[in-house]
C-alpha cells in the first residue's frame, strides 16, 4: 500500500511518536508530528509560537462549545473570530486531509487525524499504550523528573488529550473499536511496534 495514511494516537510516555519515526524510516513515508505546527503557521499567517502554546489543546470557551454541540469539528469552523486553538485545529485538518490526498504515504501523530481521514480506504489507525509504570520511567528518564512528578505529568497530559479528542471529535478518545491496530510498547517495544504495523500494512496490499 504504497500511499497508505497511517495516524498514530498515543498514550503519553508510552513511545508512540518514536514508533512514528521509525515506521517513517522503514517505509520512506514522511513523518508529521510538530511539523505540522509550521505548515499551519504558513498556511494561516499566525505565529508558530503562538500555536505551539496551543496545540493539541482544546479550546477553553465553555460557552462557545456548549453553542456549537458536542463536536465543534462539525459545525463550520470556517467562521471568523475563532479562538486560537479552534484555528489551528481547523487548519491542521486542512493540511492532514491533503496529505490523504496528495498520493503519497504519510504517518501522522495526534491531532485527531484517525478522526479527520475517517472513511478512507488507505488509511491505517494506531494506537500506542503501555503499561503505566512503564511509562513512570520513560518519562522520568526523558525528562529528569522525580516518580510522583512524572505521575502528574502523564496523568495530566493524557487527561488533556483526551479533552482535545472530545472537544473537537465528540468521540471518546482510546477506544479500542476507532482503531485497526492497538499496541502496547511495555511488551513488544518500540522496533517491535513499528514491525507490527508495517506487517499490517503489508497484509493489506
Known sequence: MANCIVTI???????????????????????????LITLAAQKSGLSSEALQNVDEKAANS???????????????????????NDRLFVVQSEIIKDLAASGEGAIIVGRCADYVLAGRDNLVRVYITADFDARVKTVMERHDLTEPAAKDLIVKTDKRRANYYSYYTGEKWGRADKYDLVISTDRIGIDGAASLIADYIDKLG
Open 9 to 35: 494516537a498515543r498514550q503519553y510516555g508510552s513511545g508512540g511518536r518514536e514508533v512514528g519515526r521509525l515506521l517513517s524510516e522503514r517505509t520512506g513515508w514522511k513523518f508529521y508530528d510538530k511539523d
Open 62 to 84: 465553555l460557552l462557545y462549545t456548549l453553542a456549537l454541540g458536542s463536536s465543534i469539528y462539525n459545525h463550520g469552523l470556517e467562521r471568523v473570530n475563532l479562538p486560537i
